[in-house]
């Protein structure tokens, strides 16, 4: 698969993503549900922690990419839910530890949310991979 960047201004490249990619040369995509701060049997860990719960969303969503044989780095774009938008943004360095080794910066989206599926939960990220 080969990415070109899109990017007719520099500013998000500071904040870690691209306003948009071609991808060319795709022969497989996966679209990832909405990862959230949950264990194995779905019970919401690091209630009140948004940095605990982002660094568990990622290991949530890096474990689907490896169930479907992929990586981070096959992350093409990403949306992301908070109910607390500082907060995640304050947190948002986790994210650039786990996508810059892996040499990406998937479009990206950051919306502000009521609340997410349950009450403890802060964050989701939903993910779409390409290989």
């Known amino acids: 698969m080969q990415r070109t960047a899109i990017n007719p201004w ?14 060319e040369g795709v022969s497989r ?8 701060a949950v ?3 779905g019970a919401p860990q690091f209630p009140g922690d948004m940095r605990g719960q982002v660094g568990l969303v990622l ?8 169930k479907a044989g ?7 774009k990403l949306t992301v839910y908070a109910s607390d938008v500082d907060a995640a ?3 948002f360095d986790l994210l650039g530890m786990r996508f810059g080794p892996a040499g990406v910066r998937p479009p990206m989206t950051l919306l502000g949310v009521t609340r997410l599926a349950l009450p403890d939960l802060m964050i989701e990220i939903e993910a779409m991979a390409a290989a």
Do not use: F, H, K, P
């Open 10 to 23: 520099d500013w998000s490249l500071a904040l870690g993503y691209n306003q948009g990619e071609v991808l």
């Open 39 to 41: 264990d194995g049997s």
């Open 59 to 66: 290991d949530n969503l890096e474990a689907v990419l490896a």
């Open 89 to 91: 943004l304050r947190n």
């Open 70 to 76: 992929m990586s981070l780095g096959n992350v093409v």
């Open 29 to 36: 995509q996966l679209i990832c549900a909405g990862q959230t």
